[in-house]
């Protein structure tokens, strides 16, 4: 059987915004749920010969799709019992025949090329906000959402952005976008356009299938570490206040040490 969807996730289901943001903690049921939220949308499709619906699917790298995404759909595949047919080496994978997910590792900005030549229903940007301040080669930068949105050119189907991630940093760009959104749609050539922005916050603890004792070793390690950052954003499911401290390595210059 599916899993017993939960209230907040069940609310990011029914959703009609073109962009969808589900944030929470870990372990909250976000990469579960936009798999269902896939299935409901190809299941609303009137004409089925438009499907399969086609997916892209993004995340940093493609070691981190392997390692949460695809390793999720292969648990709800044994936990659920619904179908899932693998191929490109796990590039891809047909999902109840009706959904076709491309998966893409984003390593570098010059990977954006990647989305040339698709023609996609939904973009899935998968946690485009660092684990940790300062990290390098880890999130996913606005460009991905902009670009990745000009492969929304599947017929038939519905289009949308699904963004499920923990919370990020007070200042990322998805916590700005829905007052960007807001003030584009204040321009007259897009003010009848549909393009919505929902942010889907889940509280911690609605998922009841994680013990409390489960969620309190999280915490621990976490303030262990030192990063009181981290335990709000991946324990308690709130954003983060980046604290900058001392640079790790001053003698670090772009100039001089990045390629052009």
Request: aromatic letters at 8%; charged letters at 25%; proline letters at 7%.
């Amino acid at each position: 059987m599916p899993i017993e969807i939960t209230p907040n996730i069940g609310r990011f289901l029914l959703s009609p915004a073109h962009t969808a943001i589900v944030m929470g903690s870990r372990g909250e049921l976000k990469t579960s749920g936009t798999y269902y939220k896939l299935l409901h949308l190809a299941g609303e499709v009137p004409d089925k010969a438009a499907l399969p619906y086609r997916v892209i699917w993004v995340r940093d790298t493609w070691t981190n799709l392997q390692k949460t995404a695809i390793a999720t759909l292969k648990e709800i595949q044994a936990r659920d019992g619904i179908a899932v047919q693998f191929a490109d080496g796990e590039h891809e994978a047909l999902i109840a025949g009706q959904v076709l997910v491309f998966y893409v590792g984003m390593d570098h900005l010059k990977d954006l090329s990647k989305f040339q030549g698709f023609g996609a229903g939904c973009l899935v940007i998968d946690e485009p906000a660092p684990a940790a301040v300062n990290d390098i080669g880890v999130g996913l930068p606005a460009e991905v959402y902009g670009v990745g949105a000009t492969s929304l050119r599947q017929g038939g189907v519905p289009h949308r952005v699904i963004i499920p991630m923990n919370p990020p940093e007070e200042d990322h760009w998805t916590l700005q976008l829905p007052q960007i959104i807001a003030a584009l749609k204040r321009k007259p050539e897009y003010r009848d356009l549909d393009l919505t922005v929902e942010i889907f916050r889940i509280p911690k603890g609605e998922n009841p299938w994680i013990t409390d004792d489960d969620r309190l070793r999280w915490r621990a390690a976490l303030e262990a570490s030192g990063r009181g950052d981290l335990v709000s954003r991946l324990s308690e499911g709130r954003p983060g206040f980046v604290v900058q401290g001392e640079v790790a390595f001053p003698e670090y210059a772009e100039r001089l040490h990045v390629a052009p």
